[in-house]
Structure formats: structure tokens, C-alpha cells
């Protein structure tokens, strides 16, 4: 729930720019638990290093997500499509995500990290969503345009939501639990493709 909550709070940061990669650095705070996690995009690939318990390998084209729990050496992999396929076989089921979010501008503004930002609300049922909007962090439009691969990776059927500007925080309640992510660092930086390659000694549990 933690990697599909992250990914559909970091779609509300994307437009498209396929070339530059990208480094971005979150902070998560879940009552009194912090934790950070690295993003790292190359064009359609991006992997998510959750502290050095686990990575999470997502490939948008192919729809393939690995995931690497590094301290068993244990590897595992879905394919988004095939879950696609097996939630639409469930009769009478929608596909998660499949409500359009309401978005409502509140009209309060309050700095974050020093830059002016507007608050802005996101609400589907049973989860609600707050988030502080800047356009004036260095370059963000380009920065919004190469996150654009992280709209693919949400949730099958998801609509994707309209905010202006990057999101410096959001504040997600869910299930009773809140979820803080407060951007730390978005950059462009070079990321080698062996990123996205499953290190040599990674087994199948089981095997």
C-alpha cells in the first residue's frame, strides 16, 4: 500500500520530458516513523530505493515492476498489465482508481522549504489528500515535465489529477493513518541503466 500510495501522490508532479534523468529524494513521516526514499527516472524506468531494506524496478513500457528486498537477496516480479487484466475478470469490481479525484483549490497559501506554495485538496472515497503548490521552485516546469513516466506507473484506471505546480508536501489520510512526504531534493543527474538491472545473487523466494 506504502509503494502504490507514493507513486499516486509523485503522478501529481508529472508532465512529460523524456530525456533528462532525474534524482528525487522524499521524506515520510507516518505517526513518529521517518523514513527517505530516492526516486531515480531514466526514460521509461524508474527504480525507488526505500531506505536499504527494499528497491521497487518499474519499467512503463513493458509494465513489468521487480521488487528487490535486499538483506534475503530476494527478488520479485508483477506485471502491471496481467494485474489489469485479473481485476477486470473480478465481476461487478471496478478498477481501482477508477473515480475521477476532486480537486479544491483552498485559497490559503503558506511557505514551504521558503517557497511560496498553494494548498490545494485531493478527495476520492476514503482517502483524502492535501497539497502545498509551488511555481517557484528553480525550474519546475522542466522538473514536472520528466516525471511525466510516473503518471504510467499509477494505478490501472487512475485518473490523473490537474494540479498547478510542484508539490513540496503532501498529507495523505487513509484507513485512519496519515501520510506525510515532503520533497527533499529534485534534480537532474545522470542515472546509469545497470540501476535498473537485478543484482547478480537475487533469487525467487522459494528457490
Known sequence: MKTASLITILALLGASFAHADLVMVNETIIGEIKSKTTLYIRGDKVRTDNGTETSVIMDAKSGDMIT???EQKMVSKVNAAELKAAAAAI??????????????????KEK?????CEIYTMEVPGVTTKMWMTKDYPGYEKL???????????TPGAKKPEVPGLALKTETEQQGLKFITLLVSLKE?????????????????GE
Open 68 to 70: 528487490l528486498m535486499h
Open 91 to 108: 465481476p461487478d469490481k471496478p478498477l481501482p482508481g477508477a473515480i475521477e479525484p476532486k480537486i479544491t483549490a483552498t485559497g490559503k
Open 112 to 116: 514551504v522549504m521558503g517557497y511560496e
Open 144 to 154: 514536472r515535465d520528466g516525471l511525466k513516466v510516473l503518471d504510467k506507473l499509477g
Open 189 to 205: 543527474q545522470p542515472v546509469d541503466e545497470s540501476m535498473f538491472n537485478v543484482p547478480a545473487g537475487y533469487k525467487p523466494p
